[in-house]
């Protein structure tokens, strides 16, 4: 399995708190992902990260924002959490490989969170 | 837009008998398609992925998936299903490749196998 940890993996909090997720690595991936998934959803990208300090956005990003500081941590921030920020978030992370354009994703044990 | 539709969300089965879950995608270029399994309360374990070549990939726990390009179709299949498999499956295709690979996920479909 890949060594991805995320933390809390279970949050109750309430509407227009701050919350951080985080994931963490020990793989040295450079890819890195968060996704959040909902019922007849699936998993949709959120943001992610192509190195160090270099970060975009996905097809769900408003209202979230994150960070990447070094290599092994991910963080993402709910800046004010709304009800419909209820939520499993995965982390995923992946390596692109010397003369190759594909790589695979490996995702976390997600973080399972509750907006009241 | 890209797009991934499994058109089952629940699909059940016997202990024994054989599988096939659907997926078929919307996507202009050559796609990399994957599998994913998840049981309940886990994350998301890779089962398969085609990138190119033989059009039938292997993947673990007994699956297999046939890539099919004149029907934009990826099914996912395994001649004998047994109880463990019960989980929910997911299809994804690659999204962009210049920075990452930024999956696109159907909404999964269900699995339940009865004895």
């Known amino acids: 399995d890949a060594g991805i940890t995320q933390s809390p993996r279970h949050k109750v909090t309430e509407t227009g708190t701050p919350v951080t997720l985080r994931c963490h690595q020990t793989?040295?991936?450079?890819?890195m992902y968060w996704y959040r998934q909902d019922p007849g959803h699936g998993l949709r990208l959120i943001h992610y990260?192509?190195?160090?300090?270099?970060?975009d956005k996905g097809e769900v990003s408003d209202g979230y924002s994150v960070s990447r500081s070094k290599t092994e941590d991910f963080l993402l921030t709910l800046e004010s959490a709304t009800s419909s920020q209820t939520s499993v978030y995965f982390c995923?992370?992946?390596?692109?490989?010397?003369?190759?354009?594909?790589?695979?994703?490996?995702f976390g044990p997600g973080t399972r969170l509750l907006v009241l | 837009a890209q797009s991934v539709t499994q058109p089952d969300i629940h699909i059940t089965v016997s202990e024994g008998a054989s599988l096939e879950l659907r997926c078929n995608y919307s996507?202009?270029?050559?796609?990399?398609l994957f599998w994913y399994v998840q049981s309940p309360g886990q994350g998301l374990q890779l089962l398969l992925k085609?990138?190119?070549?033989?059009?039938l990939v292997q993947g673990i726990k007994g699956f297999e998936a046939e890539f099919k390009r004149s029907q934009s179709s990826f099914n996912l299949r395994k001649p004998s299903v047994h109880w463990s498999d019960a989980a929910e499956y997911f299809c994804?295709?690659?999204?962009?490749?210049?920075?990452?690979?930024?999956?696109?996920f159907g909404a999964g479909t269900i699995l339940r196998v009865k004895s």
């Open positions: 995923a992370i992946s390596e692109r490989l010397a003369g190759v354009t594909y790589e695979t994703q490996y």
């Open positions: 793989e040295n991936h450079r890819y």
């Open positions: 990260s192509y190195g160090v300090k270099d970060t």
């Open positions: 996507y202009g270029a050559t796609p990399y």
């Open positions: 085609y990138f190119s070549g033989d059009t």
């Open positions: 994804a295709v690659d999204l962009c490749r210049e920075y990452g690979n930024k999956l696109v």
